[in-house]
């Protein structure tokens, strides 16, 4: 069965680069598990919010500048924050950016391009828990969120 982005998806979608809305486009026409952009662009204000919470960790989001997307799983009509789904739609995030030859920083291990590797979307989730454990540090795990690395996309383009 193949999806498509709803309408407050697209809206999600304005402003955001290019690039990733073509990954987020063909993500949705392979994925075997359906979601919705629940964030594309955000203002300082609302990330603020958000670092307040603890929902995000950095004032400098890349949300803020058009380079990053939260994708949830829709399930029943609800989104639904559930790991086996975030990782099919991991998946099919990485193949479609591989495909369309986009480099993506995934927020389940942001220390490594989710684009320059094979492993299961859980084994990059754990060898990333276990890297910050080995340096004394905790692991800040988003799964939904994907974003352009700054080397090859800096906040102008």
Do not use: C
């Amino acid at each position: 069965m193949a999806f498509k982005l709803g309408k407050r998806s697209l809206k999600e979608l304005e402003g955001v680069h290019a690039d990733l809305v073509a990954v987020v486009n063909r993500a949705i026409e392979i994925t075997p598990q359906d979601f919705s952009v629940h964030d594309g662009i955000r203002t300082l204000e609302e990330q603020k919010k958000l670092v307040k919470s603890g929902a995000s960790k950095t004032l400098r989001s890349r949300h803020i500048s058009g380079h990053a997307v939260d994708l949830v799983p829709y399930i029943n009509g609800k989104l639904r924050w559930e790991w086996e789904p975030i990782y099919q739609i991991a998946e099919a995030v990485r193949t479609a950016a591989q495909e369309l030859e986009v480099p993506i920083r995934w927020g389940g291990a942001w220390d490594t391009l989710l684009t320059s590797t094979d492993e299961a979307t859980e084994d990059v989730i754990s060898g990333y828990v276990e890297r910050r454990r080995s340096e004394g540090k905790k692991a800040f795990i988003d799964g939904p969120h994907y974003e352009l690395p700054r080397s090859e996309y800096p906040e102008n383009t």
